[in-house]
């Protein structure tokens, strides 16, 4: 079955950095496109990056972009967000996420940003 399973998330202060990734088994992952999404407290889940079938097109939200980059290794069927600059509204729980004919997700990872 499919399974995303992300780490790296913590606690940082403003102006930091944390590098979160993500393993997938349970499908061809060169084949989809990959996307990290994230939860603030008492808000909807956004999407915040995505990236191709081979990394050669990324796209991400404008509250991120410039910050953040999302890269993949399709050898090693893992996702990546490198975050920097990070700021307290970048605060919440960070999901991998795959849409295989119905969406899958991770058990997400939290990231806090707090002084």
């Known amino acids: 079955q499919v399974l995303l399973e992300e780490s790296g998330g913590g606690l940082v202060q403003p102006g930091g950095s944390l590098r979160l990734s993500c393993a997938a088994s349970?499908?061809?992952?060169?084949?989809?496109?990959m996307n990290w999404y994230r939860q603030a407290p008492g808000k909807e889940r956004e999407l915040v990056a995505v990236?191709?079938?081979?990394?050669?097109?990324?796209n991400y939200a404008r509250s991120v972009a410039g910050r953040f980059t999302i890269s993949r290794d399709n050898n090693k069927n893992t996702v990546s967000l490198q975050m920097n600059s990070l700021k307290p509204e970048d605060t919440g729980v960070y999901y991998c996420?795959?849409?295989?004919?119905?969406?899958?997700w991770g058990q997400g990872t939290q990231v806090t940003v707090s002084s």
């Open positions: 349970g499908f061809t992952f060169s084949a989809y496109y």
């Open positions: 996420s795959v849409e295989i004919r119905q969406r899958y």
């Open positions: 990236i191709s079938y081979t990394g050669g097109s990324t």
